[in-house]
């Protein structure tokens, strides 16, 4: 299993990012995906998830309309599009797979919400 984000960066408040994470080693469309967070010196938690297909999503209160879980399954992809940026939402984001009862994570991306 292999997942691995990218998007991340310096944005302005108010601005906005979309992360993705591009998974390999499994069948990505047989298993739901999440995106989490952590920020420096704070415990890490859940930001958002999809299920599988995609037909159900949740989301932290911290991020509702703000942020967008999204996948193609097509290209292994889940995405996180980010709008109205904080400088709160500044943390290091991972994707997470949960498989047979083993976690997954991925390297991370550092997002950075500052003027």
């Known amino acids: 299993v292999q997942l691995v984000e990218s998007g991340g960066g310096l944005v302005q408040p108010g601005g906005s990012l979309r992360l993705s994470c591009a998974a390999s080693g499994f069948t990505f469309s047989s298993y739901g995906m999440s995106w989490y967070r952590q920020a420096p010196g704070k415990e890490r938690e859940l930001v958002a998830g999809?299920?599988?297909?995609?037909?159900?999503?949740n989301y932290a209160d911290s991020v509702k309309d703000r942020f967008t879980i999204s996948r193609d399954n097509a290209k292994n992809t889940v995405y996180l599009q980010m709008n109205s940026l904080k400088p709160e939402d500044t943390a290091v984001y991972f994707c997470?797979?949960?498989?047979?009862?083993?976690?997954?994570w991925g390297q991370g991306t550092q997002v950075t919400v500052s003027s």
């Open positions: 997470r797979l949960n498989r047979w009862s083993l976690v997954y």
């Open positions: 999809i299920t599988s297909d995609g037909s159900s999503t």
